[in-house]
């Protein structure tokens, strides 16, 4: 038997715009964000993957890894995302925005999940306006996570054509 396909998957809801078209304007102006140049998209597609795999996203995961190999990605780079803490495939300012967007997804019961050192290594790789991109791709995960794990998303779609009608 063979695998299903993208074509064979089914979204468990339909497009969210009919019903709520003001999402458009929201996700649109943190696209602008987030693609503003201050950051490599590079970096976001990394950042954005680690947070589809700590989230249990196969969307986003598939999403990001596509986007990724678009952009010229290695397969080692991009297979390394998961274990990024051991891998020498990563810059320094890359290793930052992974090690921030895991604090954020990550529960710390016992403290801050960005703590001043944290944000010390930050600050010293991006500037204010970086450092808010880098936030604003984190939001950008925060803002279409429900939507990846309650309505699902056909995985390896195009935007617009990943929801069943």
Same mark, same amino acid.
């Given at each position: 038997?063979? $695998?299903?396909?993208?074509?064979?998957?089914?979204?468990?809801?339909?497009?969210?715009?009919?019903?709520?078209?003001?999402?458009?304007?929201?996700?649109?102006?943190?696209?602008? %964000?987030?693609?503003?140049?201050?950051?490599?998209? %590079?970096? %976001?597609?990394?950042?954005?993957?680690?947070?589809?795999?700590?989230?249990?996203? =196969?969307?986003?995961? #598939?999403?990001?890894?596509?986007?990724?190999?678009?952009?010229?990605?290695?397969?080692?780079?991009?297979?390394?995302? $998961?274990?990024?803490?051991?891998?020498?495939?990563?810059?320094?300012?890359?290793?930052?925005?992974?090690?921030? %967007?895991?604090?954020?997804?990550?529960?710390?019961?016992?403290?801050?999940?960005?703590?001043?050192?944290?944000?010390?290594?930050?600050?010293?790789?991006?500037?204010?306006?970086?450092?808010?991109?880098? #936030?604003?791709?984190?939001?950008?995960?925060?803002?279409? =996570?429900?939507?990846?794990?309650?309505?699902?998303?056909?995985?390896?779609?195009?935007?617009?054509?990943?929801?069943?009608?």
């Amino acid at each position: 038997m063979s $695998a299903p396909t993208t074509t064979d998957l089914r979204s468990r809801m339909p497009n969210p715009l009919p019903f709520v078209p003001e999402m458009a304007e929201v996700a649109g102006g943190l696209h602008k %964000v987030i693609k503003n140049g201050s950051i490599p998209q %590079v970096t %976001v597609h990394l950042l954005q993957l680690r947070a589809g795999q700590m989230l249990g996203s =196969t969307y986003v995961t #598939i999403r990001e890894t596509g986007n990724l190999r678009q952009a010229g990605e290695s397969e080692e780079r991009i297979t390394a995302v $998961a274990t990024w803490r051991d891998a020498t495939y990563f810059t320094d300012a890359e290793r930052v925005a992974l090690e921030l %967007v895991e604090a954020v997804l990550s529960p710390n019961p016992s403290g801050e999940r960005v703590p001043d050192e944290l944000y010390a290594k930050a600050s010293a790789h991006y500037d204010d306006k970086a450092l808010w991109t880098l #936030i604003m791709a984190i939001a950008h995960i925060g803002f279409f =996570t429900p939507a990846a794990l309650i309505a699902k998303p056909i995985p390896g779609m195009p935007p617009g054509q990943n929801y069943s009608e």
